[in-house]
């Protein structure tokens, strides 16, 4: 589910490159000002949950402006950093390591599973791309799409 994420955050970077920069920085009122923040929020929440809290190492994380993203190139380097450690720890997960429970730090006395981690990331990832088809449609943009089925089809 995870590279399904990957997948599509990859299409709407795509997407936000074509876009005129002052589109995708306009305060549009929505969960996050802009839809470069809404993107890099979410971005950031894959990275906290699992760069950092699955691997109990949340103290080190630090929460990156969105105002520093000042092109679309910055912000393909972010992606391309926090997938990368993604999917190098996707890689040797096992099933012992999905049952693992770790604390959240705005929930500590809750203990969650790993694997409920990574359920959570592309749900809060899905609900954001939500968010951004909307915003997307305000303005006669039509958003990218991948089905699961295509997306599973392409990666067996």
Known sequence: M?????????????MLGELPWDEVVKDRGASQPSIRDI???ALD????????????KNE????????????IHQIEGRV??????????LKKLTKRDLDRKVALPWRPSFLSRVEDVLVNVAIEDAYHMGELIALM????????????SAFAEQNP
């Open 137 to 148: 449609w305000q303005f006669d943009k039509e958003p990218p799409f991948l089905s699961w």
């Open 60 to 71: 080190k994380w630090v929460s990156q402006d969105c105002r520093k993203f000042l092109n």
């Open 45 to 56: 929440a894959e990275d906290l949950m699992i760069n950092y809290i699955v691997k109990c």
């Open 80 to 89: 391309d950093d926090v997938e990368k450690d993604v999917d190098a720890y």
């Open 2 to 14: 995870i590279q399904y994420t990957h997948a599509v955050r990859r299409k709407y970077l795509k």
């Open 39 to 41: 993107f890099l929020h």
